[in-house]
Nanobody, 125 residues
Framework: QVQLVESGGGLVQAGDSLRLSCKAS????????VAWFRQAPGKERDFVAA????????YYADSVKGRFTISRDKAESMMYLQMNTLKPEDTGVYYC??????????????????WGQGTQVTVSS
């Protein structure tokens, strides 16, 4: 059973940067994709970015393309989300997720079977 633990959230100002980390344990290499999702208060959980665990190919939501970078360290079973030029609309709880889905469904939360507990990111204007 893959377990995921996020860290690195916090309160920052618009324009600042923040780096989220996700530590995986329990067989992450068996997963196809790992991803970051976020959920703002009263809203659905939205796709942010994903990375294919084996190859490192990356995929992004249009809203974060060019500002966020997802990466992974296979040796350490770690996943990261570097967030630059943060905006107030980036505020939310950020979750890391892992699953055995296919590329066409990489942005759907239902493709992921394992989730972390989430870390809060708040961007003030």
């Amino acid at each position: 059973q893959v377990q995921l633990v996020e860290s690195g959230g916090g309160l920052v100002q618009a324009g600042d940067s923040l780096r989220l980390s996700c530590k995986a344990s329990g067989g992450i290499s068996s997963m196809s994709f790992v991803a970051w999702f976020r959920q703002a208060p009263g809203k659905e959980r939205d796709f942010v970015a994903a990375i294919r665990w084996s190859s490192g190919h990356t995929y992004y939501a249009d809203s974060v393309k060019g500002r966020f970078t997802i990466s992974r360290d296979k040796a350490e079973s770690m996943m990261y989300l570097q967030m630059n030029t943060l905006k107030p609309e980036d505020t939310g709880v950020y979750y890391c997720a892992a699953g055995r889905g296919i590329l066409s469904s990489v942005s759907y939360s239902t493709s992921y079977t394992n989730w972390g507990q989430g870390t809060q990111v708040t961007v003030s204007s």
